[in-house]
């Protein structure tokens, strides 16, 4: 008879009876309700023993031996029985009824009022309460929901079952299946396809119930235990018979609850891998953008290529404004937001007992930080250059035009000389022609050597633009090389006519020394002015006060000769008057014209006005320079006020965001508080950045590129705040996640603030992280007996990345690793096994009958092809799916 048992498992400590259960020997049976009983019972013990090929017609006649009755124990309890005796007599039945009653109780019954003799002489009562009796312990004694009594247990499962149901409200065991719609309910919940519930009406209840009975007994394989008119016409129909009945639905339908359940653990899984694969997606596409532009921006930093003209560096200058102000804070948030993701993403991944994010390669948080470093380094090298070439660019114009200034004097100077020292006039000239021309010549010779300065002055000129990387560096140094070449020329030239002119110097008179005085003094004035009014003209670029002030000496030194040079000048002047007077005196006619220079005394008179002229507006230009610079020193002071009071501040703010994230104060959620208000109020503090953005930007523009009275530049600043707003940020997501493993550990906030005590206790830096052998001994402290070997595998567990140090998170994550509950690759894979009905593969209408419609689909599109002999065409590996999911090796 074993080939018949099942495995239907026991609880022997469970007492499965109370005592409105138990059976009253003096109560007498309604004549309707034994009825009912005697038709339930029976059929109800004819479905198990029809597993063994046998069956009984009366139960009060064919259990009295007590063959039949183990016989239906064996195979309800899947257990042997000891062997029966053989024999027929009266003490060989008792003994037989004896033996089924002593392992009812051997499974913790409690058996009231009822004994062999009286099952053996076919009492009806006691035979129908022996057989609920064995139906309450093992046909509805395990059916609890929700850790109620069986009875309770079975009820509540039909009122879930039914709710949705029109015209069912299932109470008890008795009035409230009349109707027969409670039991179609129960059948069309599980198989639709076998009852129209719609067609169904109230007021047909011996139809209903018939309906229920026939299809219960030809598709459920529920046989039928019950008589419709019966039920129906039975003011209260047999509670005993309807829960037995009832509980045969829930066996037949316990597979299925088996399946729902299993549904729904598969469907959570799949929920969170979808999650997870979600914000690993978008985890790469935000890194892949931001790595995209940090690789696009590098290169345009990196492009030192000089513009010629001072209007397009400075246009650059604006460019890399624009970039710093517009283009780069959103990347900045970018990038904080990438690492807070990546933290949060492996933070779910371990709660939910995954295996940690790799991301693709090149697109590590430490690739993104590698490439942030490089951008930041090129755009500090990058301001630097811009300035510099601003700088040189300004030099250069300054330069350019002081070269081109001299050259033009220089060359105004020279025109026509060549031709006049070529000249042979002292050929065909009188005595007093040639000493006029002797005369003139010295003079000339006097004046060329007073111009040797201005010609060195235009060398050295074109040699630093040559050296400062002038564009127009070929156009200087030809024009600089004719001037050169014209000057050796003219010294050849001058030597020459001196030569020619000393070779008939005997031949002539001593001419006028008066005019000669004249011309001698006339040309180191007249030189004089020139420089003068050149110094006058000169343009020039002063970068503070002191430089300024410094001119404005050097003018009032150069004021302060005028008086002595106005006496030269009316000296000068004089030999000409003694000349005109001489003439007078001796009637000697003049020509008008000195024969020993060019000078005229107009000449003298005319610069000399000249010089006076522009003497005040030089005084103008200075004072316009110093109230520039006096302006400039303003927006130094301004600038500087401000950073000495916001670099400071953001100072102040790391450090106190240091210490919320360090120390303990309150809960995790009044640390988050204290946090989103230290942010918001750094949020509100952005208006002062940007006004010294606007001060700095006001200083570049008027080209101050130092400030004396403040260590913080602009850069400082900026890197600064950044810094501040990651730091918030970053801090916020560690508390986040803080609240986010405590809430799925089921950590208490005690404990909590029991592992930020212990944890601050070894943070010696207070830095929020802890070293090596602060770890170990923070262990120790905690009653952790460590070994070498056992220390090195909790390290790689706190710290997989190598890093050196230990963080707080890490921390409660180790502390709460061993307690967590969370589902395994195991438990998903017995999931999956019961929707495929204990095969080793599933198909894709199970997947998509048992499964909501995204996720069967999710599971279809990743699950790979059954490749055993045993399966169908299109059938699919969920076992490896199972563990894939946790990361480990196919099973």
Same mark, same amino acid.
């Given at each position: ?329 959103? !990347?900045? %948030?970018?990038? @904080?937001?990438?690492?807070? +993701?990546?933290? =949060? *993403?492996?933070? #779910?991944? /371990?709660? $939910? ?125 030809? !024009?600089? %090389?004719?001037? @050169?070449?014209?000057?050796? +020329?003219?010294? =050849? *030239?001058?030597? #020459?006519? /001196?030569? $020619? ?127 520039? %610079? ?262």
């Amino acid at each position: 008879r074993s080939q018949y048992t099942t495995s239907y498992m026991m609880n022997e400590e469970h007492q499965y009876m109370t005592p409105e259960d138990e059976w009253d020997r003096d109560l007498l049976l309604d004549p309707a309700w034994e009825k009912q009983q005697r038709k339930t019972f029976t059929a109800w013990c004819n479905s198990h023993l029809r597993k063994a090929g046998t069956q009984i017609e009366n139960i009060e006649d064919d259990f009295r031996n007590g063959l039949k009755l183990m016989l239906l124990l064996e195979v309800i309890s899947g257990e042997r029985l000891p062997k029966p005796d053989k024999g027929k007599m009266r003490f060989h039945k008792i003994a037989n009824v004896n033996k089924a009653l002593d392992f009812i109780c051997s499974k913790g019954v409690k058996l009231v009022s009822i004994g062999a003799e009286e099952i053996v002489d076919g009492n009806t009562k006691m035979t129908l309460g022996m057989i609920w009796t064995i139906i309450l312990r093992f046909a509805i004694q395990d059916i609890s929901v929700e850790e109620t009594s069986a009875k309770e247990g079975l009820l509540l499962w039909c009122q879930r079952k039914t709710a949705p149901y029109r015209n069912v409200n299932v109470q008890n065991f008795h009035i409230s299946w009349k109707d027969g719609l409670a039991l179609c309910a129960l059948i069309h919940r599980h198989r639709p396809d076998l009852i129209d519930y719609s067609k169904l009406k109230k007021d047909d209840p011996i139809g209903n119930l018939n309906t229920a009975f026939e299809v219960a007994e030809k598709y459920l394989d529920i046989p039928k235990m019950l008589d419709a008119e019966d039920i129906v016409n039975t003011p209260k129909p047999d509670e005993k018979a309807i829960m037995t009945y009832v509980s045969c639905f829930y066996h037949a339908f316990a597979g299925a609850e088996q399946a729902e359940t299993a549904a729904n653990r598969i469907c959570k899984v799949l929920a969170v891998n979808q999650e997870n694969e979600k914000l690993m997606e978008e985890y790469e596409k935000l890194a892949s953008e931001l790595l995209e532009w940090i690789r696009k921006t590098i290169p345009w930093l990196e492009n030192r290529t000089a513009e010629h003209h001072m209007r397009a560096m400075q246009q650059k200058l604006e460019d890399f404004r624009d970039y710093r102000r517009v283009h780069k804070p959103p !990347r900045v %948030q970018e990038k @904080c937001q990438l690492e807070i +993701n990546f933290n =949060t *993403l492996q933070t #779910k991944l /371990r709660l $939910s007992n995954r295996p940690a994010f790799m991301p693709s390669e090149g697109k590590m948080v430490s690739d993104i930080a590698n490439a942030w470093k490089g951008l930041e380094q090129v755009e500090k090298g990058y301001e630097e250059w811009l300035l510099t070439e601003i700088r040189r660019l300004e030099r250069l114009d300054h330069l350019a035009e002081k070269f081109k200034q001299k050259c033009s004097l220089h060359q105004s100077w020279t025109s026509g000389k060549e031709e006049l020292l070529s000249m042979k006039d002292y050929e065909s000239a009188s005595l007093m022609e040639i000493r006029a021309l002797m005369r003139k010549h010295e003079a000339f010779e006097s004046d060329l050597a007073a111009h040797q300065d201005r010609v060195e002055q235009i060398a050295a000129i074109a040699q630093e633009l040559n050296e400062l990387d002038y564009h127009d560096a070929s156009s200087v140094n030809t !024009r600089c %090389q004719g001037i @050169c070449d014209q000057w050796d +020329n003219l010294g =050849t *030239l001058t030597q #020459k006519r /001196r030569d $020619s002119l000393e070779r008939v110097e005997k031949l002539w008179e001593t001419i006028d020394q008066l005019y000669l005085e004249f011309a001698k003094r006339a040309a180191p004035f007249n030189n004089w002015m020139d420089g003068a009014m050149e110094d006058l003209q000169d343009m020039f670029i002063v970068h503070s006060t002191e430089e300024i002030h410094s001119l404005i000496t050097a003018h009032d030194q150069f004021k302060a000769t005028l008086p002595e040079a106005d006496k030269e000048r009316m000296a000068t002047m004089g030999i000409q008057s003694e000349i005109v007077k001489i003439a007078q005196t001796y009637g000697i006619k003049l020509s008008g014209v000195n024969p020993y220079t060019n000078l005229s005394p107009q000449d003298i008179t005319n610069k000399w006005e000249t010089v006076k002229h522009l003497v005040p507006l030089r005084d103008q230009m200075l004072q316009e320079e110093v109230a520039r %610079q006096q302006a400039n020193e303003r927006l130094r002071r301004q600038f500087a006020a401000q950073a000495n009071i916001i670099g400071p501040w953001i100072q102040t703010k790391m450090e106190e965001i240091g210490h919320v994230s360090v120390d303990i104060a309150g809960s995790l959620e009044e640390q988050m508080n204290s946090l989103k208000q230290y942010e918001q109020n750094i949020i509100n503090y952005k208006c002062n950045i940007d006004k010294l953005e606007g001060d700095h930007q006001l200083s570049q523009e008027s080209l101050i590129f130092d400030n004396k009275h403040t260590n913080y530049t602009m850069e400082h600043i900026r890197v600064g705040w950044e810094q501040l707003l990651t730091t918030i940020a970053r801090t916020i997501n560690e508390v986040e996640n803080q609240i986010l493993t405590r809430d799925a550990k089921g950590i208490s906030q005690e404990q909590l603030n029991e592992f930020r005590a212990s944890f601050n206790h070894f943070d010696r830096k207070r830095n929020g992280m802890m070293d090596p052998d602060d770890f170990r001994a923070c262990l120790i402290s905690m009653g952790y007996d460590l070994g070498e070997v056992e220390f090195a595998r909790i390290m790689t567990l706190v710290d997989s990345n190598n890093t050196g140090v230990v963080t707080f998170q890490a921390f409660i994550d180790f502390m709460t690793r061993e307690t967590a509950e969370t589902d395994t690759a195991d438990q998903v894979m017995a999931s999956f096994k019961i929707l495929a009905s204990d095969k080793s593969y599933i198909t894709v209408d199970e997947l998509r009958r048992e499964l909501p419609p995204e996720q069967a689909e999710y599971c279809i599109s990743r699950m790979t092809r059954y490749i055993g002999a045993d399966g169908p065409a299109g059938a699919l590996d969920y076992i490896s799916f199972s563990s894939a999911l946790y990361g480990e090796s196919d099973l």
